[in-house]
């Protein structure tokens, strides 16, 4: 579910499988252009040892997050293997308005949330090289259970069969850089031709 938001900026929605690398590419994005802002959401899901509240995610209780939705605080949000997760609109509507290039990192339902109240919106979806490639990426983070693991694989299977659907640009991140600079001649490209 999304809400409309004030704009002069531009807002990107930036998607992909977990354990693709988009976090690290978002980061870079936003390090190398300075007009680029992310937006931290919220989530309920519990912080793990070496994230930051405030940084990552803002982490919240359940009721919090309740609090959030009732209040209109929320630009989108979405269930996302069993947690909440959501965008405060707050952040964005202030970076919109200062004219800044706002970069959400969302999932796909997120991502069609957005698209809906915001058509204008642009999204990139970052795809791993292949699949055996995401499981190693998985596995080797050590985030989380095999299980869970699994369940993020699944996801990542099914998102990127959406993704072709109805994401603007796709990004292959089977070279870091090159895909950094993708993304950023996407964006960079945004008042030129679209698509
Ligand atoms: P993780 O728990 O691995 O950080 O994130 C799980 C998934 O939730 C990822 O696909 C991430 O893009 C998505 N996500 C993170 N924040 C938001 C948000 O604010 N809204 C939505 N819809 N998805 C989000």
């Known amino acids: 579910m ?8 531009k807002l990107i929605v930036i998607s992909g499988p977990s354990g693709v690398g988009k976090g690290t590419i978002c980061a870079e994005v936003c390090r190398r ?16 040892a070496s994230e930051v509240n405030g940084r990552e995610y803002w982490f919240v209780s359940a009721a919090e997050f309740e609090g959030l939705k009732k209040d209109g605080k929320l630009l989108e949000y979405a269930e996302v293997f069993g947690n909440m997760y959501g965008t405060p ?3 964005v509507d202030r970076a919109l308005s200062e004219g800044k290039t706002v970069i959400l990192e969302i999932d796909v339902q997120g991502g069609r949330s957005v698209k809906s109240v915001y058509p204008e919106a642009v999204s990139i979806f970052i795809l791993p090289p292949d699949t055996k490639e995401l499981e190693r990426r998985l596995e080797g983070r050590g985030r989380e259970t ?3 693991a699994q369940r993020r694989l699944q996801k990542a299977g099914k ?4 993704a072709e659907k109805f994401y603007d640009y796709k990004v292959v991140n089977d070279n870091l850089e090159k895909a950094i600079q993708r ?3 996407i964006i960079s490209n945004i008042d030129g031709e679209k698509r």
């Open 2 to 9: 999304a809400e409309a938001v004030s704009k002069k900026g």
């Open 33 to 48: 252009l300075p007009s680029v802002y992310i937006n931290v959401s919220a989530t309920t899901r519990p912080k793990a």
């Open 89 to 91: 609109r707050e952040g």
């Open 146 to 148: 095999i299980e869970a």
């Open 159 to 162: 998102e990127m069969g959406e």
């Open 183 to 185: 993304v950023i001649g």
